[in-house]
């Protein structure tokens, strides 16, 4: 993972908790919707995130290729795990697909729907800045909140191990220092995941609807 994934990390931590207002209260969530819309700024914050996106998927496909020709002949010599790697970190390229997937669907929901619909003048079932409507018409759907929550489950193995490993290629790789990064990227992974998951969870129980057990 690269500075890009750290950039990355950084807008999911602040997308959560954005997103997470939408059921403390739908009324501020459509204001920061609004806020946002396309404007200039948010225009310009759509374009760098992309590119980060981008750069991201570029720098991961480039070590998948440098991986592959280092072991050569020689990718499926080993048969039984190491236990000092993890399971994410032998995983990683294809949690990225998974998730790749799923971004590409969450796009086509909102994304697609609200910030381009507004810039191409398309018309919807709700205005481009009623984002609490999005929300919930997509998660009555019980099998999107499923869908959403296997999601989430991909991108925290992604980010656990992600995380401290942009902060041991900038630096912070030594015995004491490693373990404690490590924690703190699984609590950084876990906070933005929970304030993500808390959402399809909250339609998932019926809350959404009023009638929340």
């Known amino acids: ?56 998927i570029l720098y991961a496909l480039y070590l998948t290729w440098l991986n592959m020709r280092a072991r050569g002949g020689q990718s499926y010599a080993i048969t039984k795990n190491q236990k000092s790697v993890e399971w994410s970190s032998q995983n990683m390229f294809v949690l990225g697909l998974i998730i790749l997937g799923f971004l590409c669907l969450h ?23 009623d984002g609490a409507a999005f929300v919930q018409a997509l998660f009555s759907h019980k099998v999107y909140c499923v869908v959403y929550i296997v999601w989430l489950c991909a991108l925290w193995f992604h980010l656990t191990h992600g995380v401290w490993s942009a902060l041991q290629t900038v630096g912070v790789n030594n015995k004491t220092w490693l373990p404690r990064v490590k924690v703190v990227s699984t609590i950084i992974a876990t906070i933005v995941v929970l304030m993500f998951m808390s959402i399809p969870v909250y339609y998932l129980l019926g809350c959404g609807s009023g009638s929340c057990c």
């Open 1 to 56: 993972m690269s500075i890009s994934g750290v950039f990355l990390v950084l807008f999911l931590l602040f997308h959560a908790t954005m997103n997470i207002v939408v059921i403390i209260s739908p009324t501020g969530y459509n204001e920061i919707c609004a806020f946002l819309g396309t404007n200039w700024y948010a225009l310009v914050g759509t374009v760098v995130l992309a590119g980060g996106f981008v750069i991201h």
């Open 107 to 129: 796009l086509y929901n909102f994304w697609y729907h609200m910030q381009f619909a507004e810039l191409a003048g398309i018309k919807g079932p709700f205005e481009p800045a």
